[in-house]
Structure formats: structure tokens, C-alpha cells
């Protein structure tokens, strides 16, 4: 991509000026127009050393409310971010609705500063390429504009202005040993710069690249572009939201309804007769649960994070199985993510933002009571989101869970399956006892009337999701007991397998 | 407070089976009352290495909803909170109301280990037995039960337990290099932990000596204290929230009275009448900005954070002023952080937590458009705090800024001052101007009309609240050439006062 571009592009000073008044008045009003629809905004800066991105930067923000965006500069990764998966510190910065967020350097570090200083393997950067173009697809699929610059400036150029940089005692510092090695090789980082292009343009987040050898020419190329991307977004916002309304009406029919002769049998096929007596719970759990306790201790040493998901039927036992699991793990090493209907903060992210805060550091375990997947059952079923929006879930929940297992996590999902009459027994057992009545609202009874939806929706959920890398284990769990030993033996040779 | 403890005390088996068993199902209700009360709860465990932490605090959670803790590991700071001041990891971790947060060491880790491996200077030392005081004290008046644990072994059951770790693979890592160095100095470092006791034993915080020695007895009485201390909040709960009406309705009438005769006079003698030409403006404005940007680069390297915060009257020129700062500045350094109404997940915390979360880096600067300085003017003036509430926050603002300043912070906080003729011509003007319009809202007026009850409060502000380390620079700013210049010199003057 940066084969044809023609760097030889200027600007006069009085045209400059002229539109770049102009440019800002609207910048503004955009501004506050995309805060008013709630639209988020994500704004990439990448490209050679010494382009300008921090001058040009500033000047795109100059027009901007400072109440409204941030920017981040992005450097390597410090203690803390290393012990997670390269896109957690990304995810987490991902702006609220109707914000901006500014990157100067970003997640392309990952394939350009970090693999020309061999921070990135080989095997890594495969995947980092299908990480990226998922992250930025999920994103904009959510709602974020992507805007990505590139700022091309030659060698010669960029060498010129190192020089200048050095000779004086302010600026010196700003030129680091790696921005003189990229010079010296600078064919060799141009060609990663290239591949980096190509493989992540997409018709979703495209790149524009910036003739920065003319620091005008490029300020003007870089806002007028911001102000084109956000004048299309927000003229185009409220027909999208329209059309959606209308798609959802005609759709929402299909998201609940049930084909008789074609249901999928993955619950109904459960064993829910299998049981364990008191006496064999207590000797396997017990060994269970000293083998998980060493394992434990042995993941922190290796420094592997491990996800554990607990989705179900109400009153299924999740609680319960995630209690046999904790007694025994250090409490330092482990936390329990218990999974409510999002608050306002969360609302105004992408649905998997408030998972990303949570996923566990290296050597941590994170369990959670619920999970992302409720994406595709309860915000399916109540209508909550789009049925573009559950369709699309599928897809992103893989992607997010393949991110985490490349990044060296062990990942497991259970589900807690019992049959209705169970559910209603212990039902009725919570509400007969007083220490357990807290445990029970009209909500779960509302939920149980729509049983034959719900079970179609985790019977699809269960075919769609269920990955090698992170597998649904599907727990019998009309006894207890059973189920409580299923997921620790289920834990306890995933980890030995892990660990061997 | 170590001297007078009997580590002998014992518990038989048996008895601590049936006592625990009690106290977990009594604990299970306080937690979910906690909860429903909205009560915050912060634990913390202190002691001696291998006194049984991990154990302890394992045997204390097993009785909770694992929805509603979290449990805090405190090991070295890292290369990220190395940069803050000290106390910035444990605000951005203090609970939401109705949670438990639990730490596993503690901010006492300045005071203790860091003293004894000498990373904790005299000086700081000094600084943090004030400053932890000051940050418990504030965080109780704001709702927090704070239940502390030392954990005491003697030297000669230390050895013996680190001796016991050493002999097996599976342990032996756990014992650390530091570990055996205190073991060693074992009675250096207990005069360090009799120090710290005394110093941070206080009504609203005092601490819990727990006999060690016998891990039942230990559990028992740990959770048996915890148990009290919930009981006994949780029943005065209600009492104190209708006391604590009642009181409000007799106090809040002398919350916004002015006293005539007594007026304070801080704002009014402000001259209004100073200005600058425009030619003046635009000299001064390019050779301050050209200056602020070469100390922008030099704190950054030197690694000094900057604070300033923008107060003033609406239409006062904040906006403005702040432009003037940033548009010199590297984007890269510096944030822009505007006060709104907290939303629900900073209504659910402190007052100053929110704040904490955005106190800057080492080297960054953070402007603040509104402030912390809301406790005491809009809140107190509309009754969103109680009398109590915002007469205590003079106190807790001043030691949360002597906290910053501590940490190498240069702290300054402007308030822009304009008479009210001046106002209300900038509020028609930006009505009369659609692309000011948005500026401005009904609320705007409103509170235009509750002008002297605000300058009182505001008077009361500035005299309680300008200290040596953290003042207030009253601007004259009717004419917004002038403010804009002397906030520029003000902060360029400090900056350079600091780096001289």
C-alpha cells in the first residue's frame, strides 16, 4: 500500500489556515453530535518514527471538547500487561458510547516495534494478525467508528529529522536507540509496515495513509478525513437505527421459535440419573480437591491463567460447584466474577468490554458465576440485543475465547443442565427455607415459563461454542453431588494435561 | 501491643468445629445485610510471615457470596504504581458500598516490609503514618466498617513453619528470600510492627490482635470479630441514618445562610477591572506557551506529576483557560479530566475515589475541569451531603492534596472569578450563538440565582482549603485575555520554581 503513495504532496501556509478554520468548526459540531447518538469513536495514529504523530495529534484534538476523548500512547507493555493476553490493555481502553479514544501507536505494536525487535514470535504473529482484524470487527460490528492513520515519511526524511532532534539538549531524549536501528533498517521495517497493511485493511477498518512529509498537507488530510468518516456515521446513524427496528420485527418471530421434529438434543440427551452416595462425594471430593490445591500452586509457577465459566439453569448448582472449587485454592491466586445484568458504565461498552476488565493475570484463576454467553440466552430471549447482534455473538465469544487460549490460558465452560421438575423442587426447597429465600425471586419463576426457548437457545449456544480450545462440558447435575465431582475432575485433568 | 499477647491460647477440635459452623451461617446473613444496607467493608490482614494469612483468610471467605468480595494480594509495587502516590493502589481498590474487600497485606506494607528492605525513607515515613491514618479516618467517616487483623507468631514457631515449607518442592517457593532475613532480624522488624501499631491504633480503625500460634483458635477469633463488628454496625445502621435525618433538618439551614456583616471577602476584593489588549494577549500567550512546553518535556523526564484544577463560575472562562494550557502540551502527557455528576458506580464509593482513579503518572500532567472541591459547593449548597459530610471534607481535602504533594506532586487549583453582570452577559451571548447554544442549559440559570449562597461557600472554600502545598489562585477574569495569561504564568512560575 505505501507502493504508490506520492509524498511529494504540500500545502500553502494561507490555505492551511483557511481550512483548517473551517475544518475545526465542524470537528466540533461532530463532536457533540456523535456524544448526542452515542456513537463511539477510535482513532489510530501509526507509521515511521518522527512522522509528527504527536504534533498532529495535538492538532486534531485542538478543536475537540477535552470533556469528551482520550489519548493514550501506547509504549511496551510494563509488568502487569505482560501477564495478560497483548489485546487486554486495548479492550480496556475501548471508549464508552459517545466518546472519542485517540491511540498514538496501538495494537499494531504487536506486529511491528515488538516483531522487529523479536518481542513476537513467529507462531504469535499469525495469530496476532486474526486477533487484530477480530478486535477491530467487533468493535465496529458494536457500534465504534475505526478511523486508522498511517504516516509515511522516507528515510532520508526521517533521518533528517532524528539529526535535528539530536542536536538539541530538549528533544535529544525523545530519539531512542530502536528509533535509530529502524532507521538504519529502515527497508527491512517498512516491509513489516507493508505486510501489516495489507493484512489488516478491511472494508471495516480501512487504513488512509498520510503523506507526512508536509506537516500541513498531512494535518488537513487527517482531519477532513476524521470530519468525512463522522459526517457519514452521523448522517447515516439514525436510518440505521431505523431499519434495525424494523429487521428486529420481522426476525424476533424465528429468535424464539422452536421447530418441532428438528430440536437438537444436546441437553436432552444428559444422563440426569447418574449419582454419587454421600460417602463417595466425600472421599473423591476430597482427594479432588488436595490434587487441585497442588495444581494450583504448580499454574502460578508456570505462570498459566486459567477461565472457568459456570452457565446453567437457575437453581442448576452453579453456586455450589464454584464453592467445592475455591475451598481449596489459595485465596490470593483466584476471584470469583459473578456475572448481573450490566450497569450503566458497562451498558456504554461493547458487551464483552466488562470480561476484559476481569480476565485473569498469568498464574491467576478466574472463575465466573454466569458469563459472556449470556450474549446469546437471556439478551436473545428477552430481546435485549439484535438478532444480527446474538448471530454475530457466536463468532466474536470463539474469537475472544481463542485469544485467550493463545495467550497460554486453560479455558473451560460448564454447564449446569438439571430437568424442570428438579428445578421446581428446589425451588420450592429455597422458599420453605428461611437462609435460603433470598435466593429465589418472581424473576426466576418468570424465567422458568420459558423453558422450551431457553433450551433451544443453550442447545444451539452449545453446538456453536463448543471449541477445542474451549470446550462446554455439559454436567449432569439432578444430583449434586455428581455434578460437584464432575467439574473438579473435569478442572483437575484439564490442568494435569495442561501441565504435563 | 505485643507485649501483653498470650500466643498460647488453644482451641480443641471439636469445639471449633461446632463454633465455626455457628459463626458461617451468622456471617453468610450479616454479608447479604451488608449488602442490603449498602454498607462498604474493608478487612485487612497484617503479621508476621507464615502466621497463616492464606489459611485464615480462605476459612473467612468460604462462608461468603463469592459475588460480594474481593480479595487483594499486596505484593511490591509495580513499574506502573511505582509512579503514583503510594495510597493510589489501595483508593482505586476500596469497595462499593454493600461489597467486602479483603487484603491480604496492606498499605501498612510501606511502613513494614518496605521500611525494613529500606525502600521506605525517614522522611516518607513519617508522611505515611500520617497519610494512612488520614485515608482510614476518611474512608470510615465515609461509611466504611474497617476490621484490622496483626497475625503473631513468635520467631521461634516462624523458623520452625519456614523450615517445614523449605522441606517439600510444593512449598518451598513460597518461602522468600525476605522471609528468612526477618526471620533472622526477627526483633528489629517486630519493633517495626510495635511501632505501627501504636501509631494506626485509632477509635474508628483500631486493630485486632489475632494469637496465631493455634490456627483454630486464630479462625475463630477472626471471624468471631468479624461477625461483632458487622452485628454491631448493621443494628445501629438504621438509628443512625434517621439520626443523621433529623440532624440535617435542623442543620441545614445554616449551611447556605450568609451572616451579613460577617461576609467573607476572599472573591469580592478580586480586581475585575484588569486586562490585556489583544496584541499583549498574543505576545504573551506565544512566549508562555513556547515556555511551558520546553518544562512540559522537562517533568516528564524528571518525573514530576502536575495537578491542576479549574474552578470557577459557570461561563467563568475555565474551558478557555484550559485550551490555552493543553494546546502547547505533548498529547502523550497530559489528560483533560472533566467532573460531572458522579454516575452510579462513583455514587457507590467515596467521594474522592473517583478522583483517585485519574490522579496522574509521574512526569503527566492531569488538569481537572470541576474538582473534589464539588463537596463543598454544589453539593453542600443543594443538601446532596450531610452538614457533617462536607464540613469533614476541608480536612480530607487538604490531606488528600498534602498526600499528592508528598508523592512530588506540583498541585495548583484556579479559580476563575467573574462578577454577575459579566455572566449573564456571556450566557446571552452564547444563547444568541448556535455554535454555543449546547453551552448552555436551564441549570445553568438556576444556579445563577443561588449566586451569593455560592460565593459564601465558595469564601469558606478558598480561606479553609490554600495551603503552602496545594494553593488557590483566585482570576481575575472578566476579561479573558488577562485570565488566560496569568493562569499560564502562574503555572509556568511553579513549574520552574519546582525544577530550579
Redesign the interface.
Known amino acids: 500500500m505505501l507502493e504508490k503513495i506520492d509524498l511529494t504532496k504540500k500545502m500553502g501556509k494561507k490555505e492551511f489556515k483557511q481550512t483548517m478554520e473551517e475544518l475545526s468548526?465542524k470537528l466540533?459540531?461532530l463532536q457533540?453530535e456523535c456524544r448526542n447518538l452515542k456513537i463511539p469513536v477510535i482513532i489510530v495514529f501509526e507509521g515511521f518514527g518522527a512522522a509528527g504523530k504527536?504534533t498532529l495529534?495535538?492538532q486534531l484534538?485542538?478543536p475537540l471538547?477535552?470533556?469528551g476523548f482520550?489519548?493514550y500512547?501506547i509504549n511496551g507493555e510494563?509488568?502487569?500487561e505482560q501477564l495478560r493476553p497483548f489485546l487486554w490493555r486495548f479492550w480496556t481502553k475501548t471508549p464508552e458510547n459517545g466518546r472519542i479514544a485517540?491511540f498514538?501507536r496501538s495494537w499494531y505494536r504487536r506486529v511491528l516495534i515488538d516483531r522487529f525487535d523479536g518481542l513476537t514470535t513467529e507462531k504469535q504473529l499469525g495469530y496476532a494478525y486474526n486477533e487484530i482484524v477480530s478486535f477491530e470487527q467487533q468493535l465496529t460490528d458494536g457500534g465504534n467508528v475505526m478511523i486508522k492513520f498511517f504516516l509515511d515519511i522516507t528515510k532520508k526524511e526521517q533521518k533528517k529529522r532524528f539529526d535535528k532532534m539530536l542536536e538539541s539538549k530538549?528533544?535529544a531524549?525523545?530519539v531512542s536507540k530502536g528509533d535509530l536501528k529502524r532507521n538504519k533498517h529502515f527497508a527491512e521495517y517498512k516491509m513489516m509496515n507493508e505486510e501489516m497493511l495489507q493484512k489488516t485493511d478491511t472494508d471495516f477498518a480501512p487504513w488512509t495513509i498520510i503523506e507526512a512529509m508536509d506537516r500541513e498537507y498531512a494535518a488537513v488530510k487527517i482531519i477532513s478525513t476524521v470530519v468525512d468518516c463522522l459526517e457519514k456515521r452521523v448522517s447515516n446513524q439514525k436510518e440505521l437505527e431505523r431499519l434495525a427496528r424494523e429487521e428486529e420485527k420481522l426476525e424476533n418471530v424465528e429468535s424464539v421459535e422452536v421447530k418441532p421434529g428438528f430440536k437438537s438434543s444436546v441437553l436432552s440427551s444428559a444422563d440426569l440419573t447418574l449419582t454419587y452416595t454421600k460417602e463417595e462425594y466425600k472421599e473423591r471430593l476430597d482427594e479432588l480437591q488436595k490434587k487441585l490445591s497442588?495444581l494450583h500452586?504448580?499454574l502460578y509457577?508456570r505462570r498459566i491463567p486459567v477461565i472457568l465459566g459456570f452457565e446453567g439453569w437457575d437453581a442448576g448448582g452453579k453456586?455450589g460447584a464454584?464453592?467445592r472449587v475455591?475451598?481449596c485454592?489459595?485465596?490470593?491466586?483466584y476471584?470469583?466474577n459473578?456475572t448481573?445484568a450490566p450497569?450503566?458504565?458497562e451498558k456504554a461498552h461493547h458487551y464483552l468490554w466488562r470480561f476484559w476488565q476481569t480476565f485473569p493475570k498469568a498464574g491467576h484463576i478466574a472463575?465466573y458465576?454466569r458469563t459472556w454467553y449470556g450474549r446469546v440466552m437471556v439478551e436473545r430471549i428477552e430481546g435485549f440485543c439484535s438478532t444480527q447482534e446474538w448471530k454475530r455473538a457466536y463468532k466474536e465469544i470463539n474469537d475472544c475465547e481463542a485469544t485467550l487460549a493463545h495467550s497460554g490460558a486453560v479455558v473451560l465452560k460448564f454447564w449446569m443442565q438439571i430437568d424442570k421438575e428438579e428445578q421446581e423442587r428446589r425451588f420450592k426447597e429455597r422458599m420453605a427455607n428461611p437462609?435460603k429465600q433470598?435466593k429465589i425471586t418472581d424473576e426466576d419463576w418468570r424465567n422458568r415459563e420459558k423453558w422450551d426457548a431457553y433450551e433451544a437457545a443453550v442447545d444451539e449456544m452449545l453446538i456453536r461454542t463448543s471449541t477445542t480450545y474451549a470446550p462446554w462440558i455439559i454436567v449432569e447435575g439432578n444430583c449434586k453431588y455428581y455434578a460437584r465431582i464432575k467439574v473438579l475432575e473435569t478442572i483437575v485433568k484439564a490442568l494435569e494435561a495442561r501441565i504435563k
Open positions: 468548526g466540533g459540531t457533540r504527536g495529534i495535538n484534538i485542538q471538547d477535552p470533556r482520550n489519548v500512547a510494563s509488568d502487569e485517540i498514538d530538549e528533544t531524549w525523545k497442588l500452586s504448580e509457577r453456586g464454584i464453592k475455591t475451598q485454592l489459595d485465596p490470593r491466586g476471584a470469583v459473578p448481573a450497569n450503566d458504565i472463575l458465576d437462609d433470598w
